[in-house]
């Protein structure tokens, strides 16, 4: 992971020309701010004074000229530039930083002194003005919100970038941050890990992947000693940096509380300036699909060039001034990434997962497809990629993206335990309409890892052509389409005859509906917790109560019991949690199956 970053940051620096002092700055936390409140210090021939108090627009022009770097500790910043919450802040803040900085730097800078004194004799007054323009802000404004210094000679207003002073102290705090952790220094002489050269080396990494927070981490029980776990060079760190930056600003996104970031990795470590050029020139967007978004951009460039890089994805959850990484997928190819997209895009193509079909099945107020699906004109939350894994994998999804990305296949038996414990918790509590959705939402899911060849099955799969042959015999053409077109889904007899009789059972609940305005047969599905003795003893059941409301439908049950016998003679393969997911794909997708004119 280290070395694609220090490539990128590598060719950034010399065909960007960025400087240190770029590759330092952390612009990319300010892509919110809007205003910062600028503390003018006129320059006398005593020294330093306090002049005023204003607000100034914000651009990300500026963010160099403000020389803005925060620590891991949080509690004050490589110069006197900070974010502003609360006016009383930006004085605890200011005095830490002048009692931590200001013998180390009062030599470097003499008028230090005098801006330290300015700050202390006029706090109170500071403190107030800053307070004033920071109220006056509206709430948009005040996020992000920035106090910063600016020195006056004459009629010129100095940033501090200008000062070659505070930029000196600006590189000389922010590259200590790399390695005073713990109030221990930690650097020596060493070999890079990363260019191998012999130089003064320090644990740099821009991504923490080991900690000495406890010196039982830290190598020999020392944490003086913690650049010998990662012994980076000065200049790697600063390309590491500058890659960092780039990510950061380019290729990172938030999914659901998590921030993940992608990570080209060109396999003949030769850089393409056109992909580098494409990714900042479209910028970071939204993701539309739920899980990535960038490597759409990256392919629109590289199509005609083949797979020349690989992508790798860095999960991570943000913790305070850390943040965890959780999962690491590497080696992704960009065809995989394609792969993934026009296999989700061609799901919501099928049959069942069309406008009309699901007004069938959800009712008139839904409209558009299912990707795009709205109720009553309101846009349905979670039907990307990653919406709906989490939706049925809730505490791990993190890690189930990551198994699609690295193409790990998932076995049914766990899959499919996972897409029916939601399913019947919705069942259990009388949610009818959310069941649906539910359902719709595993089918979708379980089509798309299916046709990626993502999820594990440990039987063969039965010969097909005979059962379509009897198909033909009935009326029920829709079925014939929906078995050839999910095929994937619907491999062997058992898995038919269990989702037919929950397209039975749908018939039944129907027609319980039209002639008593209820539906009672629900409450003898055991809760959608059925296994292959129940599902038996229900089809006479479900076949008794059709003609005590004298009706029937003969070529369904004759197609179920054919079903059965062929399980029977084959042997069932299915498990409980499996035999009780294809039941209630039946039970909530039946009433698409009424009629049997062609679907279009």
Avoid at 504 to 528: E, I, W
Wanted: glycine residues 6%.
């Amino acid at each position: 992971m280290l070395k694609p970053i220090r490539e990128l940051g590598k060719y950034l620096r010399d065909n960007k020309n960025l400087n240190q002092l770029q590759i330092l700055t952390e612009s990319s936390k300010l892509k919110n701010t809007k205003k910062m409140i600028c503390v003018v210090f006129s320059k006398e021939e005593e020294g330093l004074a306090f002049d005023n108090v204003y607000i100034e627009d914000f651009d990300q022009e500026k963010a160099e000229k403000i020389l803005y770097r925060t620590f891991r500790h949080a509690r004050y910043d490589a110069t006197l530039t900070a974010k502003i919450t609360k006016p009383d802040m930006i004085e605890k803040r200011w005095t830490l930083w002048f009692g931590k900085y200001f013998e180390k730097f009062k030599d470097v800078f003499p008028e230090l002194d005098s801006l330290k004194e300015a700050v202390e004799s006029n706090k109170d007054k500071l403190i107030e003005e800053i307070s004033e323009k920071y109220t006056s802000l509206d709430k948009t404004e005040k996020r992000g919100c920035l106090v910063t210094i600016k020195i006056k000679e004459g009629r010129n207003e100095k940033y501090l970038a200008d000062i070659p002073e505070f930029i000196e102290i600006f590189k000389t705090t922010s590259m200590e941050d790399f390695y005073y952790k713990h109030k221990v220094e930690s650097i020596g002489e060493g070999t890079c890990c990363l260019c191998m050269k012999n130089e003064k080396v320090i644990p740099a990494s821009p991504f923490p992947v080991f900690t000495v927070d406890k010196e039982g981490f830290a190598y020999g029980f020392d944490r003086a000693n913690s650049w010998k776990q990662l012994p980076i060079c000065i200049e790697c760190t600063l390309d590491l940096q500058a890659g960092k930056g780039f990510l950061k600003n380019k290729l990172s996104f938030i999914l659901y509380g998590y921030q993940y970031f992608v990570i080209p990795h060109f396999i003949f470590k030769e850089i393409s300036s056109e992909i580098i050029d494409e990714i900042e020139y479209r910028g970071r967007k939204d993701y539309r699909n739920g899980l990535l978004n960038a490597e759409e951009d990256i392919l629109e460039e590289m199509k005609e060039k083949g797979d020349i890089l690989n992508l790798i994805f860095v999960f991570c959850k943000p913790k305070q001034q850390f943040f965890d990484i959780i999962r690491y997928s590497e080696d992704v190819s960009p065809s995989w990434i394609k792969k993934m997209y026009d296999d989700f895009d061609a799901t919501n193509r099928k049959m069942i997962f069309k406008q009309k079909n699901l007004k069938v099945i959800l009712g008139d107020k839904w409209s558009e497809g299912f990707r795009k699906g709205q109720w009553a004109g309101k846009s349905i939350k979670n039907l990307n990629l990653s919406g709906i894994v989490k939706t049925f994998f809730p505490t791990n999804f993190i890690d189930i993206l990551g198994n699609i990305l690295d193409q790990e296949k998932m076995h049914d038996y766990y899959l499919l335990s996972s897409l029916i414990k939601p399913i019947r918790e919705q069942h259990g509590q009388g949610n009818e309409w959310s069941e649906k959705l539910l359902t719709l939402k595993s089918f979708y899911l379980f089509n798309f890892l299916l046709d990626l060849n993502l999820v594990h099955t440990s039987h063969f799969k039965s010969k097909q052509c005979k059962e379509m042959n009897f198909m033909k015999e009935t009326k029920y053409r829709r079925l014939e389409e929906f078995f050839n077109e999910f095929q994937n889904a619907f491999d062997t007899s058992d898995k038919k005859a269990i989702f037919l009789e929950g397209v039975l059972v749908n018939f039944l609940l129907s027609v319980q509906y039209a002639q008593r305005g209820s539906t009672p047969f629900r409450k003898k599905l055991y809760g959608l917790k059925l296994d292959k003795r129940k599902i038996k003893r229900l089809l006479p059941v479900i076949i008794e109560k059709f003609r005590a409301y004298n009706t029937a439908y003969p070529n369904l049950e004759a197609l179920i019991s054919k079903y059965f016998v062929e399980a029977d003679e084959n042997g069932w393969k299915v498990s409980d949690n499996e035999l009780g997911y294809y039941f209630a794909l039946g039970l909530n997708l039946g009433k698409f199956f009424k009629g049997g004119d062609k679907l279009e």
